[in-house]
């Protein structure tokens, strides 16, 4: 009996329904309207601003790339067969012949002046202007100054001596071979009251050589000085050695320095002295 009741019950109430203000739904809201798509394939600017028609037909707004027409612009037509012709050669106009005219022209109408408006000179055969060399003081075959106050080179000649003794030369050294006679270069030096050294320098005595010829040339109070010998071999070993002892230069250097004093590789005397050198170089 009471189950009857309670299913009266339920019925009555889903008949009257719920008047809960939870279980009443609002109203609907209506949804949201936009503006409808525009016609128009291009998006409209804000309200205010100046705008431009769209280009009729519905042509790109950007403007075109390269040629509007390619018809105007043909490709070039490259033909294998024909090759392409070569500049044409430059003309080389001879030189006016001496004593000739002297009227040439280096453009059409022009009166013989060329560009600078000035006559063209006639062009003569020159001959080569000779190499000029250094000529010493007379009587002294090689002269060469090395230093301040220091001079070498070749024997001079009675002409020679003067000439020392003109520009004020004290000393003269005399590099002689051995057994050498040197009193006659003695005596013509004495007269013109220049001082006289004699050193004998020989393959074999090389290295006393050297002692007296760095002794002789470095005593300032016997300056100036001329160093000399009969034909450079001696007088080139000698300084070539001077130049690697005192002044410490290298091989090249002094190559260089002593080969205009003389300085040679050329026969046997040489060679022998070039032998010498090198013992000398190497105990040092």
Not at 14 to 30: D, I, T
Request: aromatic letters at 6%.
């Amino acid at each position: 009996m009471i189950r009857y009741l309670l299913v009266a019950v339920s019925g009555a109430l889903l008949v009257a329904g719920c008047q809960n203000k939870c279980c009443q739904s609002e109203s609907p809201r209506p949804p949201r309207t936009y503006p409808p798509p525009p016609n128009s394939p291009y998006l409209l600017p804000p309200a205010g601003l100046p705008t431009t028609p769209a280009p009729p037909g519905g042509a790109s707004v950007a403007p075109p790339v390269g040629p509007a027409d390619p018809r105007n612009y043909p490709p070039p037509v490259l033909d294998p067969i024909t090759p392409a012709k070569p500049p044409p050669a430059e003309v080389l106009f001879p030189d006016p012949i001496p004593g000739g005219s002297t009227r040439s022209s280096s453009s059409p109408g022009d009166p013989g002046h060329g560009v600078l408006g000035s006559p063209a000179k006639p062009q003569t055969a020159e001959p080569p202007v000779a190499a000029k060399t250094p000529v010493g003081p007379a009587g002294l075959p090689g002269f060469v100054r090395v230093t301040a106050g220091v001079a070498g080179g070749r024997k001079p000649t009675l002409e020679g001596f003067d000439s020392l003794k003109q520009s004020g030369y004290r000393t003269v050294i005399y590099l002689h071979p051995a057994g050498a006679d040197v009193s006659a270069a003695r005596d013509v030096a004495t007269k013109r009251g220049l001082a006289f050294i004699p050193i004998e320098t020989t393959p074999e005595k090389l290295a006393s050589a050297l002692e007296a010829f760095n002794a002789a040339v470095a005593d300032k109070t016997a300056r100036p000085v001329y160093v000399f010998d009969d034909d450079g071999v001696r007088a080139g070993a000698v300084w070539y050695l001077h130049f690697r002892t005192v002044e410490a230069m290298n091989g090249d250097a002094a190559r260089v320095r002593a080969r205009p004093l003389g300085l040679t590789d050329q026969g046997d005397e040489a060679r022998a002295f070039a032998l010498a050198t090198q013992r000398i170089l190497e105990t040092r």
